[in-house]
């Protein structure tokens, strides 16, 4: 078993050139726009949409060229697999984590005070006594308060 340094999209072009097919002859063969063809060829994988089709891409740029689909696609995934493990995600640290932590909570009281607030007015709003709602000894004047307490 010989090991290839070649890239995948290298090996592609090069089998194509070996059957003397153009890549406008492979796009019409395939049904893959000639631009993805390219994107391949140049291994531009990120520019591809999603795993599952550059994977059928591959597969289906492999047979007609007359490689082996399996092989190829197990090198573009051992190629992904390697490329996934370079770019680290970013860890917040326990300290940024307690301080959005607490951003957060502060966020939450303030909003609970504020609908306190609004509950309060309105329902002094709704629980205000009006003139005739009032008692017959609130609603008097005091004119007439006089009058009865004499």
Same mark, same amino acid.
């Given at each position: &078993?010989?090991? #290839?340094?070649? /890239?995948?999209? #290298?090996?592609? *072009? *090069?089998? *194509?050139? /070996?059957?003397? &097919?153009?890549?406008?002859?492979?796009?019409?063969? /395939?049904?893959?726009?000639?631009?993805?063809?390219?994107?391949? %060829?140049?291994?531009h994988?990120?520019?591809?949409?999603?795993?599952?089709?550059?994977?059928g891409?591959?597969?289906?740029?492999?047979? #007609?060229?007359? +490689?082996?689909?399996?092989?190829?696609?197990?090198?573009?995934?051992?190629?992904? $697999?390697?490329?996934? &493990?370079?770019?680290?995600?970013?860890?917040?640290?326990?300290?940024?984590?307690?301080?959005?932590g607490?951003?957060?909570?502060?966020?939450?009281?303030?909003?609970?005070?504020?609908? +306190?607030? +609004?509950?309060?007015?309105?329902?002094?709003?709704?629980?205000?006594? $009006?003139? *005739?709602? &009032?008692?017959? %000894?609130?609603?008097?004047? %005091?004119?007439?308060?006089?009058?009865?307490?004499?």
């Amino acid at each position: &078993m010989s090991i #290839t340094t070649e /890239t995948i999209g #290298t090996t592609l *072009r *090069r089998q *194509r050139e /070996t059957k003397r &097919m153009g890549l406008a002859e492979v796009s019409r063969v /395939t049904r893959i726009p000639l631009g993805t063809l390219e994107a391949i %060829e140049g291994d531009h994988f990120d520019a591809l949409p999603g795993e599952v089709f550059v994977k059928g891409f591959l597969k289906s740029y492999a047979q #007609t060229v007359g +490689l082996v689909p399996d092989d190829l696609i197990a090198r573009y995934a051992a190629s992904r $697999r390697v490329g996934a &493990m370079v770019p680290s995600l970013p860890v917040a640290s326990p300290v940024q984590a307690a301080r959005e932590g607490q951003s957060r909570r502060f966020g939450v009281a303030i909003a609970l005070v504020l609908l +306190l607030i +609004l509950f309060t007015l309105a329902l002094s709003i709704v629980l205000k006594p $009006r003139g *005739r709602d &009032m008692p017959p %000894e609130l609603s008097r004047s %005091e004119a007439q308060v006089r009058l009865a307490l004499s």
